[in-house]
T-cell receptor
């Protein structure tokens, strides 16, 4: 079945550091890929998405590129801020299945 | 903006009680979902509904049931709450278009069963 694997957290960085959160997936066909973010005390919000190979999703300084050859969708940001502290979830969807498949989430802590 | 609301942010119930979690969305979405979120396990799908009175089991439906009598409202029911159902419960909704649709989430209900 479908699965999403994320790097374990927490990831602790200093402000302005470079961020990478790794995500790899297993799925049949050609899934769409998503990153969701969950700020403390809130529900999940879509951060970015990519619907086909080599697409790059971007939002709020975050980027991720859909790499079919490595089945990966790593999240990156060049300079993190304290306000980026949150839990980040990688997810996939594919035709024929209405629900998303989520990874286990990666907690990011950014220190001033 | 799409809004998904959940009836309670925090709930404490006793073992054996019947528990109702309510979710309402205001964007006329066909699909609605219930997930539970546990540390290290991410989000796991309990049930979803693709139309009024229509439902399908997700990955972990045991101990839960759902009800969708109106398009905007999707209820999760714990028939007889147990301590292993202590968790964060998240409701979501979406349009039924293809594989690239976005799911919109409510703020979650943190349920504690004692």
């Amino acid at each position: 079945g479908d699965s999403v694997t994320q790097m374990e957290g927490p990831v602790t960085l200093s402000e302005e550091a470079f961020l990478t959160i790794n995500c790899t997936y297993t799925a049949t066909g050609y899934p769409s890929l998503f990153w969701y973010v969950q700020y403390p005390g809130e529900g999940l919000q879509l951060l970015l998405k990519a619907t086909k190979a080599d697409d790059k999703g971007s939002n709020k300084g975050f980027e991720a590129t859909y790499r079919k050859e490595t089945t990966s969708f790593h999240l990156e940001k060049g300079s993190v801020q304290v306000s980026d502290s949150a839990v980040y979830f990688c997810a996939l969807s594919r035709a024929g299945r209405r629900a998303l498949t989520f990874g286990s989430g990666t907690r990011l802590q950014v220190q001033p | 903006d799409v809004k998904v609301t959940q009836s309670s942010r925090y709930l404490v119930k006793r073992t054996g009680e019947k528990v109702f979690l309510e979710c309402v969305q205001d964007m006329d979405h066909e699909n609605m979902f219930w997930y539970r979120q546990d540390p290290g396990l991410g989000l796991r799908l309990i049930y979803f509904s693709y139309d009024v009175k229509m439902k399908e089991k997700g990955d972990i439906p045991e101990g839960y049931s759902v009800s969708r009598e109106k398009k905007e409202r999707f209820s999760l029911i714990l028939e007889s709450a147990s301590t292993n159902q202590t968790s964060m419960y998240l409701c979501a909704s979406s349009l039924p278009t293809g594989a690239a649709y976005e799911q919109y989430f409510g703020p979650g209900t943190r349920l504690t069963v004692t």
